[in-house]
């Protein structure tokens, strides 16, 4: 694939894009190749799971929802809330005069933070991308995309789950991946984002074909 200077030029694409992998969107001018040490699995993953987003944002023209992140963050911020309390309060009323006050406050901070543990594995579940699919005619409910990624630590195997939850009839459907990073990183460390599309793509399909299918 030729490059130019600040992203990639649709015109050169190599021919396995020209043919229609990647052709339902292009790059933004401003995109530069992802580079990652190839070494360090936490920016591997971190580069994997950004390049399902954007395929998924800019070729099917999903709608990203940050509705778990809001609600892991209005938890992480009342637990913030109630320690910040706790301080002025302890400022302004003195321990022992005070001591009521602290009491109620670490217990509650340490409950909020046991409700973000249950919400992190129970509802997250490793879940960093989600989407709303919109009905064309707006009137059925919209369809929900989620996508998780785990990568066990000295570990070169990216598995990814994609499931998809129809918003008419409830049902869900899932699709896994599971191959080695080698496959899509070259040995700089760079991402060769049409190889990784291809993957994913595939993933993609095989859950709106079982949508057509039912």
């Known amino acids: 694939m030729s ?11 190599a021919p396995s894009v020209k043919a229609g992998l990647i052709s339902p969107y292009q790059w933004s001018i401003d995109d530069k ?15 994997l799971d950004d390049a399902v987003r954007k395929i998924f944002v800019q070729k ?11 609600c892991r963050l209005a938890i992480c911020g009342f637990a913030v809330f109630v320690a910040m ?15 009521p006050v602290l009491i109620v406050c670490v217990l509650t901070y340490f409950f909020m933070m046991g409700v973000l543990t249950l919400f992190t594995s129970l509802k997250e579940k ?17 369809g929900v995309w989620k996508a998780s990624s785990y990568v066990k630590r000295f570990d070169d195997i990216y598995q990814l789950v994609i499931n998809y939850s129809d918003g008419v009839t409830g049902n869900n459907r899932e699709a896994k991946l599971s191959k080695s990073v080698a496959s899509w990183f070259d040995e700089n460390g760079t991402l060769r984002f049409e ?6 793509s595939k993933l993609h399909q095989s859950l709106t074909s ?4 039912k």
């Open 33 to 47: 190749p992802v580079k990652v040490d190839k070494w360090d699995g936490t920016a591997v993953k971190n580069a």
């Open 195 to 200: 190889l990784f599309e291809v993957d994913v």
């Open 126 to 142: 490793g879940i960093f991308f989600m989407a709303l699919q919109k009905d064309v005619a707006g009137i059925d409910p919209d």
């Open 210 to 213: 079982d949508k057509k299918d």
């Open 60 to 70: 099917y023209q999903l709608t990203e929802s940050h509705k778990l992140m809001d």
């Open 85 to 99: 309390f706790a301080l002025v309060w302890d400022y302004l009323y003195p321990f022992p005069q005070s001591r």
């Open 3 to 13: 490059q130019k200077k600040g992203g990639f030029k649709h015109d050169q694409m």
